[in-house]
């Protein structure tokens, strides 16, 4: 099946250091990918959706210049907390889109997710 | 706006018993339904899926059936093993007439399955 990672799986900084985080999608070509925030038992809350070449859709909330995110190539979109603060510690999830799979009746394309990473602000 | 609600957890049970996991939903139209698994350390990965109304979606032993007129799509397993243990997600995807493009996904529910 479809497989996506994420790099690293946790991390430690202090507060005011910048953090990436990478999504690569293994072994399918993802014009899509989204990254979610999860806070403890609560649900995936989706930050932005990336479309390879270009620019970053926002959801309402997120600081597009406290999250950026870029989506250079098919395989790989990364999520850097720039100037990152004890609260924006959280679980960091991303998932992509495979470009060639069809949703059939629904609009909906299968999503596959990357296993998260945590991060911890100091 | 849309919105998926489903029952807290822990959901604690012994092997074998049977499982429901409780999920309803509010949209406009006819979404296509979701649920997820997420096993430890692991990222989410699609479990079944239904849709339109009164499809069943079925694996691995779960089913959960698309039930308009409730707007529910409870999670079913007849007989559960250890290796059930995760955390499950239900989740929505807009109809393509509602012009959303995001899943919108429930709190989920962890589930141990004990000897």
């Known amino acids: 099946g479809a497989v996506v990672s994420q790099h690293p799986s946790w991390v430690i900084c202090k507060s005011g250091t910048s953090v990436k985080i990478e999504c690569r999608s293994l072994d399918f070509q993802a014009t899509t990918m989204f990254w979610y925030r999860q806070f403890p038992k609560q649900s995936l809350m989706l930050m932005a959706t990336s479309n390879e070449g270009s620019k970053a859709t926002y959801e309402q909330g997120v600081e597009k210049d406290k999250f950026l995110i870029n989506h250079a190539s098919l395989t790989l979109s990364t999520l850097t907390v720039t100037s990152a603060h004890p609260e924006d510690s959280s679980f960091y999830i991303c998932s992509a889109r495979d470009r060639l799979s069809s949703g059939g009746t629904s609009s909906y394309n299968e999503q596959f997710f990357g296993p998260g990473t945590r991060l911890t602000v100091l | 706006g849309d919105s998926v609600t489903q029952m807290e957890g822990p959901v604690t049970l012994s092997e074998e018993a049977f499982l429901t996991i409780n999920c309803t939903y509010t949209?406009?139209?006819?979404?296509?339904l979701f649920w997820y698994v997420q096993y430890p350390g692991e990222g989410l990965q699609l479990l079944l899926k239904?849709?339109?109304?009164?499809d069943k979606g079925s694996n691995k032993g779960f089913e959960a059936t698309y039930r308009k007129e409730t707007t529910s799509f409870h999670l079913e397993k007849g007989s559960v093993q250890v290796s059930d243990s995760a955390v499950y997600f239900c989740?929505?995807?807009?109809?393509?007439?509602?012009?959303?493009?995001?899943?919108?996904f429930g709190t989920g529910t962890q589930l141990k399955v004990e000897l």
């Open positions: 989740a929505l995807w807009p109809p393509p007439a509602g012009g959303g493009n995001k899943l919108t």
């Open positions: 949209a406009t139209g006819y979404p296509s």
């Open positions: 239904a849709t339109k109304a009164d």
